[in-house]
């Protein structure tokens, strides 16, 4: 048995672009992510600065996996919001309404 879902367009595609935005921005982090780790080992040093750079080192990868996948996760949802806007478009067009009234696409 099939459920009805309700989307809101609209607000799917304001979360695509936000989405869009946390990826540019999070992708601009990964290289500031890289050098503080070197200068917090640097200040450090010794024993703590490489275990402070041993914990950090990672960071950089893990900021650019999640701006990768907040990108993707944006273009699929703006994707998605495109088809859907268009099929429904289709749809609208093939209803025959009332005449002098024209079927609108949600």
Do not use: K
């Not at 780790?37 to 703590?48: D, I, P, R």
């Not at 701006?67 to 209803?95: F, K, M, N, P, Q």
């Amino acid at each position: 048995m099939s459920a009805l879902i309700s989307v809101q367009l609209d607000a799917v595609a304001e979360l695509a672009a936000e989405l869009a935005t946390l990826a540019v921005a999070l992708a601009h982090e990964a290289p500031l992510c890289t050098s503080t780790v070197g200068s917090l080992a640097t200040a450090l040093g010794g024993q703590e600065g490489f275990l402070a750079f041993s914990a950090g080192s990672g960071w950089p990868q893990l900021i650019d996996a999640v701006a990768d996948r907040a990108g993707a996760i944006a273009g699929t949802l703006s994707t998605a919001v495109d088809a859907y806007r268009t099929l429904d478009a289709g749809l609208a067009e093939r209803i025959s309404g009332r005449v002098g009234v024209a079927a609108i696409a949600r």
